[in-house]
């Protein structure tokens, strides 16, 4: 999993073949979100 960004211990990944609409994984100890990249909406999951 690659992994772009890390940060107060939350990791952003970005997968080269995923899905649209554009979007980012950001995991954070047991909690997952996908955001959306241009309006940053949270589009399943949530973080603490």
Known sequence: MPTISEFFGI???MYYDDHNPPHFHAY???YEAIILI???DVV???LP
């Open 11 to 13: 990791l952003i990944r």
């Open 28 to 30: 954070y100890g047991e």
């Open 38 to 40: 241009d309006t940053l």
């Open 44 to 46: 399943e999951g949530g």
